[in-house]
């Protein structure tokens, strides 16, 4: 078991290679370092032959921005039809950072005008669709700490490259979004029953979209049943705040099974990490695992509940379980939640094993406060508001 001293220092850490999985007719390969998933998201543009459709939360106007901008570009001119939606609150580039490409025929479009109610709601998904047929979603931006390694202040984080039957329901997910993004936007009440009504299909492999809605999104419902029930828990999660009812759930897994939850040590957001030890008291006095990654910052976002795989673009918070549009892939095959478990356990060498006895020592009075006020700060208000007040964390 991991000390409380991570024994891998930064210098010798680097994310696992990529690996492969076939699940009911679904092929995966899932990315885990930073220049493969840039090279397949590159490599899904260049291949595409008639339609590419793609979404991501941050765009950045730096090098993996210009890389994909350029790749974007040549497909437009070589005749597919491009669709690129940024949200319109977290993305730093605009139409003006994509004069070639709509000159060549890409379709540009913004999520989330900041001057309607839709400021409240975060496009949080990542999308890249080929053709209607192959597909990378994930937990990745476009930027470049996204693509780099640990050892450059890369993230660490998933991509996935999906082929199958599967992709058809992400292909009509992606025409209802482009529905609520064109110029002359959407009465706010059909994105509420589109995520409300979401049908997750049958099957092993269910898509799964979360958003803001008067009754539980598909995620939130489905993330909840399998918690009600489930009896060993892995799970991997840079902002991890959950409300009360699905805490008591984990604390439940780890008094009847097992719970061990790898958190974000590092983050460009240490409110985040602030929110989390907030909640370690209730979970390693129910008998979880708690660690914190400490080799670089964390993106990642994934759960290993029993037999049964979540992984995509929300984190297990406030935020991404009730009010951002996310989207979640639920793949339940005891093979691949096995491979998936590993991968966590993967990185316990470089995590910090958060003992009841450390979080004693760290668990002073001044940083309850900060805690605390850090969970207010993430779980109630806004991400941009707590990355501006770190509070010293």
């Known amino acids: 078991m991991p000390s409380e001293t991570p024994p891998v220092p930064l210098e010798q850490y680097s994310n696992p290679p990529s690996f492969s999985a076939s699940v009911d007719g679904l092929d995966l390969w899932v990315y885990p370092r930073g220049g493969e998933r840039l090279e397949a998201l590159l490599a899904l543009v260049d291949g595409a032959k008639h339609s590419l459709k793609l979404c991501f939360y941050i765009y950045a106007k730096d090098d993996a921005g210009r890389r994909l901008r350029e790749a974007l570009t ?91 039957r599967a992709i058809v329901p992400l292909v009509d997910w992606y025409d209802n979004l482009l529905e609520w993004t064109d110029a002359d936007g959407v009465e706010w009440r059909h994105v509420r029953h589109a995520v409300r009504d979401w049908d997750t299909g049958a099957g092993a492999v269910r898509w799964l979209m979360g958003g803001p809605t008067r009754h539980l999104s598909s995620w939130a419902r489905s993330i ?31 008094n009847r099974g097992e719970a061990r939850l790898v958190m974000a040590g590092k983050s460009d957001n240490n409110a985040t990490i602030g929110a989390s030890r907030s909640l370690y008291d209730y979970l390693l006095g129910e008998s979880a695992q708690v660690y914190e990654f400490d080799a670089c910052k964390m993106h990642t976002k994934l759960l290993v509940l029993d037999d049964v795989v979540y992984l995509g673009s929300a984190n297990f918070d406030m935020r991404s379980l009730y009010i951002n549009l996310e989207i979640m892939l639920r793949v339940e095959d005891a093979a691949f939640a096995d491979r998936m478990r590993e991968f966590i356990a993967g990185h316990l060498p470089a995590s910090l094993n958060v003992t009841p006895q450390l979080h004693k020592a760290r668990n002073t009075l001044w940083n309850r406060v900060r805690w605390n006020v850090s969970w207010f700060l993430v779980a109630v208000m806004d991400y941009t508001v707590s990355r501006r007040l770190n509070l010293g964390l």
Request: aromatic share 12%; charged share 25%; proline share 4%.
């Open 224 to 254: 909840g049943r399998d918690l009600e029930n489930g009896r060993r828990l892995d799970l991997m999660m840079a902002y991890f705040s959950p409300p009360k009812r699905l805490l008591r759930k984990i604390g439940a897994i780890a």
């Open 74 to 164: 040549q497909a437009a001119e070589r005749g597919v039809r491009v669709t690129l939606i940024v949200d319109g609150f977290g993305a730093e580039a605009d139409a003006a950072f994509f004069p070639d490409f709509i000159a060549a025929g890409g379709d540009f479009r913004t999520f989330s005008s900041r001057k309607t109610m839709r400021y409240l709601v975060r496009n949080h998904q990542k999308i890249a669709l080929a053709d209607d047929q192959r597909a990378i979603v994930g937990g990745f931006n476009i930027a470049d700490d996204y693509f780099a390694p640990p050892r450059e202040n890369g993230w660490s984080d998933l991509a996935v490259w999906l082929e199958g």
